[in-house]
């Protein structure tokens, strides 16, 4: 490691100081460039401060044992690859009583042993992060190497990443970490493997919306861990959290945060709707046709008019619909289920003026009592479960709307690491991308 070069330059004079400037690292002058070769170039550097303060008793000290030289790793420089070579002082503490004699000289660019300045660290850090970039890919770019990079993202994930911010709404939702697989087990045999992950979010409509957390698996007993790791501030300013129609979160939120509302977001009732209409199309074709749904069959080639709002329609597009019923649909269930639906739709999107919401769930569940069909009727059970949280979120106009558009962004990130293995790790990159490139 140790290495002299036969060049007297780096010895005896330094540089002058706009090469220093130009280089620009800082507490450092540069003593000597040289030309390694094609786009490469050798420099030397070393302190400005030729005094510093014994790390064991503080006594500051001039006295030089020896400058050995220690290659490190930095940034290019003007495009060129840079061969970084500094010039440690080693000191030796003044003070007799010191058990210290000497000591090494260091900076905030070099703390004591790197082997890489600060700044390159920097930059591999915000590299991975904020570009959202492979590890592997960053450490080839600056010629270090996998565990350099990512120590560097370690490191600067812990200043990047502040204890979450106390918020009115917490928005609560599940994204899957990745794709099911089945592993092959010694003694029990084949296992299925389905992570999943749960996002917090700061769902409040009145501040900007920002990640808080996020955790492995979508139980009831992840929400309370989470919750656990905040302190009593956070827990107790929490007034409502906002969650999909899912049982175990409810009753991990009811656990930890007894005082707080639960309310349903309206997106994943809209769907539910959808998706009894789309099962009742589906019989109904196997029943009428004896088979799937195909481009032949006018309910199958219009699906997509079948889940459109209701009110968005225009005039032709009606009249397509009401065809569409009277060519596929023999004993008017497609209909009976589209009315379903539309009701459902008009509900949740209602004021919160409390004798419209009672005439529209009204509304609701009559046509879910004309439908008779399986698919409404289980429904109508899934909103007579939850209305009372579905009434919170109408009343108080919170959505999830936010933890879907985090749940975007973790998907990218999973895209662009092509899935992890290491949830640790998973966890890091999506919280720190999110906090590079979605500052407030
Ligand atoms: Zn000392």
Redesign the pocket.
Known sequence: MLKVFDNPNCEATSMNDTTSLLFGLDGYGVLDVTDVGPGAVRVVIETIETEAA?P??G?LSGRVKDRPLRRVKDLPASGQQVQLWCRKRRLV?R?RA?P?TTFTQATDELPVRARVTSRLRGKLAVCIAGSNRAVADVAAEYGVSWTTAHGALIAHAARWLPAPEPTRVLGIDETRARSVRWIKEHDTGWKRSDPWMTSFVNADPHVPGRLLGLVPGRSGACVKGWLALQDQQFRDGIQIAVIDPSAPYASGLRAALPQAKIAVDHWHLVKLGNDALTGVRQRVARETHGRRGRKVDPAWAHRRLLLTAGDRLSAKQRERLAQVLADDDPHGQIAAAYQVKERLRELLASPPDPWLLRARLWAFYHACADADLPETTRLAGTISTWWPHILIAIQHGVTNARTEGFNRIIKQVKRAGCGYRNMTNYERRILTHIALTRAA
């Open positions: 014994c064991e008793c006594v503490c003070e010191c210290r």
